[in-house]
Nanobody, 115 residues
Framework: QVQLVESGGGLVQAGGSLRLSCAAS????????MGWYRQAPGKQRELVAN???????NYADSVKGRFTVSRDNAKNTVYLQMNSLKPEDTGVYYC?????????WGQGTQVTVSS
């Protein structure tokens, strides 16, 4: 069973930066896409950014130019560098990792951006 452990969330003022990390362990199968979703109070979980094993990336329009997703395949770790944070970026950020058959989720880390 793949385990994903996130770190790096917290409280930051608008305009500030945070870096999230997510390390996958107990890997016995190939992982293709890894990335991040977020869920704000009262809203559905939405894709923030993901990155495929070969390096292709996808971003939500709302974070393009501000967030950067990257990964270290040797460490099975995905990162999310978040710059120019806005209050609307507030939410629980969930890491995911996709095998050919399943999507695995982390436990979530809170990001709060104050105005």
């Amino acid at each position: 069973q793949v385990q994903l452990v996130e770190s790096g969330g917290g409280l930051v003022q608008a305009g500030g930066s945070l870096r999230l990390s997510c390390a996958a362990s107990r890997i016995s199968i190939s992982i293709n896409a890894m990335g991040w979703y977020r869920q704000a109070p009262g809203k559905q979980r939405e894709l923030v950014a993901n990155i495929f094993y070969g390096g292709n990336t996808n971003y939500a329009d709302s974070v393009k130019g501000r967030f950067t997703v990257s990964r270290d395949n040797a460490k099975n770790t995905v990162y999310l560098q978040m710059n120019s944070l806005k209050p609307e970026d507030t939410g629980v950020y969930y890491c995911h990792a996709d095998s050919p058959r399943m999507r695995y989720w982390g436990q979530g880390t809170q990001v709060t951006v104050s105005s």
